[in-house]
Structures are given as C-alpha cells and as structure tokens.
C-alpha cells in the first residue's frame, strides 16, 4: 500500500509537500502503534491463558489495548482527511 500509493502522489504531487510529508509521518506513526499494540495484545492473551479474564490484570491490560486501538484508528481517520482534502498552508 505504501510503495503504490508513493507512486501514485509521485505522478500528481511533489513528495515534498506539506499534507503529504504529514500523511507520512502519521503513517509512521501509525505502523509504530500497531507494533505497541501487538506487544500488548500478545500479554493480553498471556494474562487471559494464565488466570482468565476476570482479574484485574486482565482487565487492565484490556482497557490499555482498546485505548491504543482508538488512538490508531484516529491517526488512520486523519490519514484519510489529508488525503482527501489536501489542506495547504
């Protein structure tokens, strides 16, 4: 998805453009987050195997995992918006 849409702007727009060096950035962003998001889903599950979901453990490493996928799904809901309206200074 990167690399073709890369080629896409690249036929359109300059890549140094503001909107889309922003749009980068989120998405860099954005693959660091699911990393975070992965390592965290991984203890989630180990806490769930070791003493089920009813502890507090669980449900905090629970409540950590939902807020990161929100915050994920905002930088790609702002992704969008640049990429849609490509606002410029």
Known sequence: MLIT???MVNMAWPLTTRWILEALALWALGIGG???FLAV?????????AEGPGTAAYHRISLVGRG???GF???????????VFKPTP
């Open 41 to 49: 889903l991984r203890k989630q599950l180990r806490h769930l195997e």
């Open 73 to 83: 799904g905002l930088v790609v809901v702002f992704i969008l918006y640049l990429m």
């Open 5 to 7: 849409g890369l080629w």
């Open 68 to 70: 990161l996928g929100a």
């Open 34 to 36: 699911l990393v975070i």
